[in-house]
């Protein structure tokens, strides 16, 4: 695939203002990949409603562009039962973008219950998109260089750590 295929310009257009920084939650691109961190303890009410106009503006800013995306949540099971319904109206509202620009998904968690949860809700409802629930940044970049060329696991990890890093330094946390 060539990068006129993947319509690389759509990233430098509608996001050119991310990182998108905010208590318990960092939004992001890494070249073709977007990267969402979610922090359940921190993440306050007022940043999930960042978050939700964030991933409205991607959906609707993508075009034709393909992304590869890795969702990775800290701190616990994720986001509670009315995030969860407002995350999943946009999914469905989206559906058709997601199943045409997204080349893989990728949700990284250590909780053990959050991952067999996400399993079962993909078995039951899956995406329109190949995905994969695991427990390391790495794994999950590494299934989405599988998805896309241009994802190179060795060049997205340190830099996605890097805004990481700055990120909590800005909010105060190590």
């Not at 979610?38 to 009410?45: I, K, N």
């Not at 409205?56 to 800013?61: A, G, K, Y």
């Amino acid at each position: 695939m060539l990068e006129a295929d993947l319509g690389g310009d759509w990233m430098r257009g509608q996001l050119k203002h991310w990182p998108v920084v905010e208590p318990g939650m960092l939004m992001t691109q890494v070249d073709s990949t977007i990267l969402s961190w979610v922090g359940s303890r921190s993440l306050t009410d007022a940043s999930f409603e960042v978050y939700l106009r964030e991933f409205q503006l991607d959906l609707e800013s993508r075009g034709d562009g393909r992304v590869t995306y890795l969702l990775h949540v800290e701190d616990g099971p994720g986001i509670n039962a009315k995030q969860r319904g407002q995350v999943s109206a946009i999914l469905e509202r989206y559906r058709a973008v997601l199943r045409r620009t997204t080349l893989g998904f990728s949700y990284v968690t250590s909780s053990a219950v959050s991952r067999g949860a996400l399993r079962a809700i993909f078995w039951v409802a899956p995406p329109p998109y190949p995905y994969q629930v695991t427990a390391s940044v790495a794994d999950g970049l590494r299934f989405l260089e599988e998805k896309d060329p241009r994802v190179d696991p060795g060049s997205v990890e340190p830099r996605y750590r890097s805004q990481l890093q700055r990120f909590r330094e800005k909010l105060g946390r190590s």
